[in-house]
């Protein structure tokens, strides 16, 4: 699987859209993008994914470029339950089971 | 409730000692997962299982051992518990669709 850059944190304003890049240079043709996050404590929580069209969900959206070697995920009206790491991971088929390796992540907090 | 659901959620226990992580999913998943958590970074993939009696190694097995006689269930366990696995454990399931992945609320175990 390839390997995934992100910035170690960012801050955001709270109902201001938080823009998070992922940098995978290496991508291959048939890997994916997957974004999860993870709340203080909680287990990681799945947003969005996407193999080369940019992508929307009630949680998020998903920009890839056309290059696939970097994307974006938009969390649009950011508030402080969106405080949180987010981890960006490639991995080569939805269907093949094997594993998903989470690197460093960004940690992401919204302020008031 | 359909989900997945790890115990127990918080252990403390003594060097040398052996312990059991339990791990139960609803869903019939066929892909099962234990990641660990250490402060500060992300998760890091201990084994991982592609159906009942089909287990593999992730990144960091030394020193765990799983079984998976049923698909429900996945148990980790630590037959001679180090400080060095003071940790939080994460199990996860794949849905086999999408991809995604659901995890537990953690199971965290602190070895004195």
């Known amino acids: 699987d390839a390997k995934t850059t992100q910035p170690p944190s960012m801050d955001c304003a709270e109902g201001r859209a938080a823009n998070l890049p992922c940098n995978h240079s290496?991508?291959?043709?048939?890997?994916?993008v997957y974004w999860y996050r993870q709340i203080h404590s909680q287990g990681p929580q799945y947003i969005i994914h996407?193999?080369?069209n940019n992508e929307t969900n009630e949680m998020a959206s998903l920009i890839i470029t056309e290059d696939r070697k970097s994307s974006t995920l938009i969390l649009p009206h950011a508030t402080l339950r969106d405080t949180a790491v987010y981890y960006c991971?490639?991995?080569?088929?939805?269907?093949?089971?094997?594993?998903?390796?989470f690197g460093g992540g960004t940690r992401v907090l919204v302020k008031p | 409730d359909a989900g997945i659901t790890q115990s127990p959620r918080y252990k403390i226990t003594e060097t040398g000692r052996q312990v059991t992580l339990m791990c139960h999913q609803t869903w019939s998943h066929s892909y099962m997962f234990w990641y660990r958590q250490d402060l500060g970074h992300g998760l890091r993939l201990i084994y991982y299982?592609?159906?009942?009696?089909?287990?593999d190694k992730g990144e960091v097995p030394d020193g765990y051992v799983v079984s998976r006689s049923k698909t429900e269930n996945f148990p980790l366990t630590l037959e001679s518990a180090t400080r060095s696995q003071t940790s939080v454990y994460f199990c996860a399931s794949k849905q086999p669709n999408t991809g995604e992945l659901f995890f537990g609320e953690g199971s965290r175990l602190t070895v004195l």
């Open positions: 299982s592609a159906a009942a009696d089909i287990t």
């Open positions: 991971i490639v991995r080569v088929d939805i269907a093949a089971g094997n594993k998903l390796t």
């Open positions: 996407g193999l080369k």
């Open positions: 290496t991508i291959s043709g048939n890997e994916y």
